[in-house]
């Protein structure tokens, strides 16, 4: 696959631990975000969602922490698997622009079985 | 099946040559969007339209064209490439709901151009 992940930051986690990926959004503003995960030769694909008047949110073994204070976004993957090796990215949507999303640089999941 | 297709997945032409990028989806969706995907840089909106005849620029928008004459398609142009719009190119679309108008974005397979 094509390789859009140079020098980014890599997380290295065994098979079967919890990942936290974290995420710094720029704009104080923004009232919805995303996180996506991309594999390798692969279009980004959906993850779970959250508002900003949420600061938690679940999904099947997913959690987004938000903490808007310090415009932090967190994911949280449960029991990690081999499959859960990727790219994540997170996105940000400045209120009141509604379809403008702000990408961050993504990180690197590898999972050692 | 559900998807978003893009022609063509892969493209090398010459500084200068128009080329257009296609991209077609058969949700009904109503938003659409079109990203560049370069090393170190992540993904950057270049245009998104929340529908039919209405389009806005994203974050990278100049060099770039895009129309939105019917539901289901979304090309983006370029008129004069040039080698530093050597990318990959993502498309996507979106029900449109929500409140960022976005949701769940389906992202196509991708369309990696090479311009000398």
């Known amino acids: 696959g094509e390789s859009v992940g140079l020098h980014l930051p890599t997380l290295s986690v065994q098979e079967g631990d919890n990942s936290i990926i974290n995420c710094a959004y720029s704009n104080s503003a923004s009232d919805y975000f995303i996180w996506y995960k991309q594999e390798s030769g692969k279009g980004p694909q959906f993850i779970i969602d959250?508002?900003?008047?949420?600061d938690k949110r679940q999904g099947q073994r997913v959690t987004v922490l938000l903490n808007k204070t310090v415009k932090h976004l967190s994911l949280q993957i449960a029991a990690t698997q081999p499959g859960d090796s990727a790219v994540y990215f997170c996105?940000?949507?400045?209120?009141?622009?509604?379809?403008?999303?702000?990408f961050g640089k993504g990180t690197k999941l590898s999972v050692k079985p | 099946e559900a998807q978003v297709t893009q022609n063509p997945r892969y493209l090398i032409t010459v500084t200068g040559k128009k080329l257009t990028v296609t991209c077609s989806q058969n949700m009904n969706h109503e938003y659409m969007s079109w990203y560049r995907q370069d090393p170190g840089l992540g993904l950057r909106q270049i245009y998104y339209s929340m529908n039919v005849e209405v389009t806005d620029k994203g974050d990278v928008p100049e060099g770039y064209k895009v129309s939105r004459k019917e539901k289901r398609n979304f090309p983006l142009i370029l008129e004069s490439p040039s080698p530093n719009q050597t990318s990959l190119y993502f498309c996507?679309?979106?029900?449109?709901?929500?409140?960022?108008?976005?949701?769940?974005?389906?992202f196509g397979p991708g369309t990696r151009l090479t311009v000398l």
């Open positions: 996507a679309s979106s029900p449109g709901y929500g409140l960022a108008g976005v949701d769940t974005q389906y």
């Open positions: 959250i508002r900003s008047n949420m």
């Open positions: 996105a940000e949507n400045l209120g009141g622009s509604q379809g403008n999303l702000i």
